[in-house]
Antibody, heavy 128, light 108 residues
């Protein structure tokens, strides 16, 4: 079945970096955007950015764009999100999510920026 | 950024009730609006996209409508325990994509 499986929980000190992986299976990885969304404890959801695995093109939220890098390994059907210069406010569950509808050729379906398949989430705790 | 404001923040209702959750946007747009359901400790699940399109596999008691700055999610007849969860709206009309603060639906 279609699924996204993320790497395990991380505990990091302020100022460090974290890299979370998201392995896709059950569909053609390069045909769909992968988004990253995070959720601080008891809070709402925050969109961070996306990658188009076929091209490696990315788009980031300006709220994190100076500290985040989203990459993809098409041979492993895996996307990665690396967040640097961590601070306590980055403590959250980080989700990868597949965009609804595919991107074939140079164009994407109109609803690719909604999220139809989600990973299980990765808790990143930033604490000294 | 487009701010998304949901109301109410908490809603108490009973099995069989019809409920409406509203999402208001700080800027107007047509149909780049989605609704998600989230249960404790789980990832969100997409219910509605394009403001009114039902995700395949989602029960038809869920429906969405609206445009401009006001959008609604309606559940026609609440089912226990499936529907008692937190609901979020999301706009994907302009970057950065933003979510509402959530509406927690509780059993009355």
């Amino acid at each position: 079945q279609v699924q996204l499986v993320q790497s395990g929980a991380e505990v990091k000190k302020p100022g460090a970096s974290v890299k979370v992986s998201c392995k896709a299976s059950g569909y053609i990885f390069i045909n769909y955007l992968i988004h990253w969304v995070r959720q601080a404890p008891g809070q709402s959801l925050e969109w961070m950015g996306w990658i188009k695995p076929a091209s490696g093109n990315t788009k980031y939220s300006q709220n994190v764009q100076d500290r985040v890098a989203i990459t993809g390994d098409t041979s492993a059907s895996t996307a990665y999100m690396e967040l640097s210069s961590l601070r306590s406010e980055d403590t959250a569950v980080y989700y990868c999510a597949r965009g609804l509808g595919d991107c074939l050729g140079g164009s994407c379906s109109p609803d690719v920026h909604t999220f139809d398949i989600w990973g299980q989430g990765t808790l990143v705790t930033v604490s000294s | 950024d487009i701010q998304m404001t949901q109301s109410p923040s908490t809603l108490s209702a009973s099995v069989g009730d019809r409920i409406i959750i509203t999402c208001r946007a700080s800027q107007s747009f047509n149909d780049g609006l989605a609704w998600y359901q989230q249960k404790p400790g789980k990832a969100p699940q997409l219910l509605i996209y394009g403001a009114s399109k039902l995700t395949p596999g989602v029960p038809p008691r869920f429906s969405g409508s609206g445009s401009g700055t006001e959008f609604t999610l309606t559940i026609s007849s609440l089912q226990h325990p499936d529907d008692f969860a937190t609901y979020y709206c999301q706009q994907y009309n302009r970057y950065p994509y933003t979510f509402g603060q959530g509406t927690k639906l509780e059993i009355e």
